[in-house]
């Protein structure tokens, strides 16, 4: 069939009986054309250089709310870490001091690395604690030299050992028990301190020797430890030692070790100890009733041979324990000399 297409003519009329009919008007014969290539690639571009800053912006937020995560739970970070310590511990060392490999702890899914490590010098701030540093890192990877962030903690313990004599550094024996150097409580570089250690005016002088036969429950390290020793300047001056502690009761003990093979019982070669403690001064202490006399360690152990021994002493208000060791006043040839002591709370 044929369909014949109305004329420009016949339109006219069919406008003219049809008023309401509308007839778009020509477009000019231009079609609607897409996009280029370029201008896509220039949209992305610019869409990049918008997006990219807005990122950057929520990266940064997403690292500032873990830092502010760690700072402002930092504390109950610490209490979950140091609450695990014991400083009583005999392998104290050894089970706390992470060296150089850190561990992480996790809380709300976040991961924190950090670093636990225990100070065997003799900066801790009373006589029967323990320091320890607690490194935190931002994430796991981080150099172990830049920490987020550091606490110092002071890890109460009941007992303390000191190495008399020895005046560089701590050593640790064969059980891992901590022995801190023999220094001056007294002195300068322990001003304000409450470290353990002997009084200046009276410090005599130190000596090492290898003269010890280990007995039984003694450790090898022991040999180093107990082989320094400090003496008096004669037998008329006492070795004047100062431990500050809380009150109550304490078992002490004193270590010692007679080196000198021309030590024995006969005049001339003797050496014995009157020992008196106090949490008084040193006069007052020295004015008291000696704890032990004529208190020789050849008569009681021989040559070589360690020997210890223990007291029982209550520590009052005054919150230190003097420990004066003289020669004996029954008769002395040779000055008074200490190896070793420690200090343990009772109750």
């Given at each position: 069939?044929?369909?014949?297409?109305?004329?420009?003519?016949?339109?006219?009329?069919?406008?003219?009986?049809?008023?309401?009919i509308?007839?778009p008007?020509?477009?000019?014969?231009?079609?609607?054309?897409?996009?280029?290539l370029?201008?896509?690639l220039?949209?992305?571009?610019?869409?990049?250089?918008?997006?990219?800053?807005?990122?950057?912006?929520?990266?940064?937020?997403?690292?500032?709310?873990?830092?502010s995560?760690i700072?402002?739970?930092?504390?109950?970070?610490?209490?979950?870490?140091?609450d695990?310590?014991?400083?009583?511990?005999?392998?104290?060392v050894?089970?706390?001091d992470?060296?150089?490999?850190?561990?992480?702890?996790?809380?709300a899914?976040?991961?924190?690395?950090?670093?636990?490590k225990?100070?065997?010098s003799?900066?801790?701030?009373?006589?029967?604690?323990?320091?320890?540093?607690?490194?935190?890192?931002?994430?796991?990877?981080?150099?172990?030299?830049?920490?987020?962030?550091t606490?110092?903690?002071?890890?109460?313990?009941?007992?303390?050992?000191?190495?008399?004599?020895?005046?560089?550094?701590?050593?640790?024996?064969d059980?891992?028990?901590?022995w801190?150097?023999?220094?001056?409580?007294d002195?300068?570089?322990?001003?304000?301190?409450?470290?353990?250690?002997?009084i200046?005016?009276?410090?005599?002088?130190?000596?090492t020797s290898?003269?010890?036969?280990?007995?039984?429950?003694?450790?090898?390290?022991?040999l180093?430890?107990?082989?320094?020793?400090?003496?008096?300047?004669?037998?008329?001056?006492?070795?004047?030692?100062?431990?500050?502690?809380?009150?109550?009761s304490?078992?002490v003990?004193?270590?010692?070790?007679?080196?000198?093979?021309?030590?024995?019982?006969?005049?001339?070669?003797?050496?014995?100890?009157?020992?008196?403690?106090?949490d008084d001064?040193?006069?007052?202490?020295?004015?008291?009733?000696?704890?032990?006399?004529?208190?020789?360690?050849?008569?009681?152990?021989?040559?070589k041979n360690?020997?210890?021994?223990?007291?029982?002493?209550?520590?009052?208000?005054?919150?230190?324990?003097?420990?004066?060791?003289?020669?004996?006043?029954?008769?002395?040839?040779?000055?008074?000399?200490?190896?070793?002591?420690?200090?343990?709370?009772?109750?």
């Amino acid at each position: 069939m044929e369909v014949s297409l109305p004329s420009t003519a016949s339109k006219r009329e069919m406008d003219s009986h049809h008023p309401n009919i509308l007839i778009p008007p020509a477009t000019g014969g231009q079609a609607h054309r897409g996009a280029s290539l370029i201008e896509i690639l220039i949209s992305f571009a610019l869409l990049s250089i918008l997006i990219l800053p807005i990122m950057l912006i929520l990266g940064n937020a997403s690292k500032n709310n873990i830092l502010s995560y760690i700072t402002n739970s930092r504390s109950m970070l610490i209490g979950s870490v140091v609450d695990g310590l014991d400083a009583d511990d005999p392998t104290f060392v050894q089970d706390e001091d992470m060296g150089s490999t850190s561990q992480t702890i996790t809380d709300a899914n976040t991961p924190i690395p950090y670093l636990l490590k225990v100070d065997t010098s003799n900066s801790v701030s009373d006589s029967l604690k323990h320091r320890v540093y607690l490194y935190v890192y931002k994430a796991v990877g981080d150099a172990l030299s830049s920490p987020f962030y550091t606490s110092t903690q002071d890890i109460r313990t009941d007992r303390i050992y000191m190495d008399v004599g020895n005046t560089t550094s701590s050593k640790v024996d064969d059980n891992q028990q901590v022995w801190v150097p023999d220094v001056a409580t007294d002195s300068a570089a322990n001003s304000g301190k409450l470290v353990p250690g002997y009084i200046t005016a009276n410090a005599g002088s130190t000596g090492t020797s290898s003269n010890i036969t280990l007995t039984s429950g003694s450790s090898t390290n022991m040999l180093t430890i107990l082989g320094s020793y400090r003496q008096a300047a004669n037998t008329s001056t006492a070795l004047e030692y100062t431990l500050y502690l809380d009150t109550g009761s304490y078992l002490v003990q004193l270590y010692f070790v007679e080196m000198d093979n021309t030590v024995n019982t006969s005049v001339g070669h003797r050496r014995a100890m009157d020992i008196f403690m106090d949490d008084d001064t040193f006069a007052n202490t020295l004015a008291g009733t000696a704890e032990k006399t004529s208190f020789s360690p050849y008569s009681s152990a021989g040559y070589k041979n360690p020997v210890i021994l223990s007291f029982i002493k209550t520590v009052g208000a005054n919150k230190y324990l003097n420990i004066a060791i003289k020669g004996a006043a029954a008769g002395t040839d040779l000055a008074p000399q200490l190896s070793g002591l420690s200090v343990q709370r009772i109750y």
